[in-house]
Structure formats: C-alpha cells, structure tokens
T-cell receptor, first 117, second 109 residues
Framework: DSGVTQTPKHLITATGQRVTLRCSPRSGDLSVYWYQQSLDQGLQFLIQYYNGEERAKGNILERFSAQQFPDLHSELNLSSLELGDSALYFC????????????????FGEGSRLTVL | GENVEQHPSTLSVQEGDSAVIKCTYSDSASNYFPWYKQELGKGPQLIIDIRSNVGEKKDQRIAVTLNKTAKHFSLHITETQPEDSAVYFCAASRGDMRFGAGTRLTVKP
C-alpha cells in the first residue's frame, strides 16, 4: 500500500459527460501529480500541484482541469468526455515539489479506470 | 520538454536468464532516473533509481547504468523469476517526471 488513495476505482460514463476523480496523497506529501495511461501507452504527465498551487503542466487537454485543496487532496475534472478519454488515471504524491536526487520517489495510487461509452 | 524513449516494448525471457531494458532521454539537464514496476491492477512502484552523478547502482538482482554523455540508461535484471513479470517504466526528471512507454516483461517458468 503506497498510502495514496484514489476514488473511484472504476467509472463508466457516456460521451459528453463530466466526471471528477479524487486523490488523497500520502500523509505529509505536499506534491500531487496526475498521469493518464491509455491502452498500450505509457504514463502521460498531465499536471502537478504543490501545496495548493499549480506547478507544472504537461499534455493536459483544455477540457480537463485540476485543483489541490487546503487539505492537500486533489481532484481531476474531465468534461465533454470523448471515447478517447477512456484510460487509467493515476495520481502520485511526493514530499518535494521537484522529483530528483534530493526528493526521492513518487508514490502512486492504484488508479481510477475511466470508461467512456 | 523531456522526451523519454524505451525499448523494447515487450520482452520474454526464460526463468533464470537476464533481462535488459534500455531508455534514452533528450534533456541533458535531467538529473534523476528512476525505474518503476507496474503489476497487473496496481500503480507503478519504484524499484531502483539513479542520480546523474552516479554511473551504476545495484540492488540485489537489479542494476541500473547511466551514460550521461550518450543520454542512455538501462535496467538489468539477473536471474529472472516469474514474479518479475510486469510492466517496467523508465523515467527522467529535471523537475517534472516524464516516463517512457513501458516494457512488458514476461518470465517463462
């Protein structure tokens, strides 16, 4: 158990709909990352928050948005859903804003599997 | 931004053999190179990492090598076991972590 909690584990919805994925980081971790893993693809970096502020942005679509709340949990909002948005969405946390030699690893949750029909 | 390429995409070995997965990165400023293992239905988990000031690191049956000049790094697993079967991801970071596409390793008993 990594200590990172993601809900829901599975979600099935229709095209055009909006969903919210939730992540609770490990206790003490200030940094939250969101990644998208599509079938047969790697982990695509979406966005990172550190202590409530957006810190880095990756390949996140304009239909997607995220935020980190004062209690450090984070939500990823996906709207106007398309079939191609079906994927596994991972949240990861770390203590530092910058993963690196001094910061250690990212801890991943078990993911939220989104299916858009 | 950083671009990480990983090869091969699939790898099948016999139990007891060695497995090697290779990655290249584009950003010479990247200074941290972790490897993650993802088992079925689970999130990725760190198995080993290497900093840019180190050329090689070993942890039991797992080793990682880094060639900063060529911007290559590799994961070596010796004496593979069926429980090593998983998807392995390399990553490079100088701020935000970028992952390779993954290698599906199958170890046949």
């Amino acid at each position: 158990d990594s200590g990172v909690t993601q809900t829901p584990k599975h979600l099935i919805t229709a095209t055009g709909q909006r969903v919210t994925l939730r992540c609770s980081p490990r206790s003490g971790d200030l940094s939250v990352y969101w990644y998208q893993q599509s079938l047969d693809q790697g982990l695509q970096f979406l966005i990172q928050y550190y202590n409530g502020e957006e810190r880095a942005k990756g390949n996140i679509l304009e239909r997607f948005s995220a935020q980190q709340f004062p209690d450090l949990h984070s939500e990823l909002n996906l709207s106007s859903l398309e079939l191609g948005d079906s994927a596994l969405y991972f949240c990861a946390s770390s203590v530092s804003p910058i993963p690196g030699p001094w910061a250690g690893e990212l801890f991943f949750g078990e993911g939220s599997r989104l299916t858009v029909l | 931004g950083e671009n990480v390429e990983q090869h091969p995409s699939t790898l099948s070995v016999q139990e007891g053999d060695s497995a090697v997965i290779k990655c290249t990165y584009s950003d010479s400023a990247s200074n941290y190179f972790p490897w993650y293992k993802q088992e079925l239905g689970k999130g990725p988990q760190l198995i080993i990492d290497i900093r840019s000031n180190v050329g090689e690191k070993k942890d039991q049956r797992i080793a990682v090598t880094l060639n900063k000049t060529a911007k290559h790094f590799s994961l070596h697993i010796t004496e593979t076991q069926p429980e090593d079967s998983a998807v392995y991801f390399c990553a490079a970071s100088r701020g935000d972590m970028r992952f390779g596409a993954g290698t599906r390793l199958t170890v046949k008993p």
